[in-house]
């Protein structure tokens, strides 16, 4: 299992920045990609930017060049880590964001989900 909990989210002007982080449990050393999702009033949950454990990287066009998705994974530290840097926001990336984890356990992959913290641009 992992867990996931998202923070940093709030209330920024455009042309802003914010930084969401995620702090990441559990089996952390099953997780083979991370990524975060955000989810508008009335539309369904759209993929941001995902990372892959050997840190392949992809994004939705609408962010590319101004989001950056990070994380940090060391058998040491408590505080293992996902983050999004979100660079010069618009209104249009106003939505709750959800941190994804795609894990492989005992030959499966599992999606886990933290709980989503809200980003809002005023426009």
């Known amino acids: 299992q992992v867990q996931l909990v998202e923070s940093g989210g709030g209330l920024v002007q455009a042309g802003g920045s914010l930084r969401l982080s995620c702090a990441a449990s559990?089996?952390?050393?099953?997780?083979?990609?991370v990524a975060w999702y955000r989810q508008s009033p009335g539309k369904q949950r759209e993929f941001v930017a995902r990372s892959s454990t050997d840190g392949n990287t992809e994004y939705v066009n609408s962010v590319r060049g101004r989001f950056t998705i990070g994380f940090s994974f060391t058998q040491d530290n408590p505080k293992n880590t996902v983050w999004l840097q979100m660079n010069n926001l618009k209104p249009e990336d106003t939505a709750v964001y959800y941190c994804n984890a795609r894990a492989r356990i005992r030959g499966d992959d599992y999606d886990f989900w933290g709980q989503g913290t809200q980003v809002t641009v005023p426009s």
């Open positions: 559990g089996s952390i050393f099953s997780i083979k990609a």
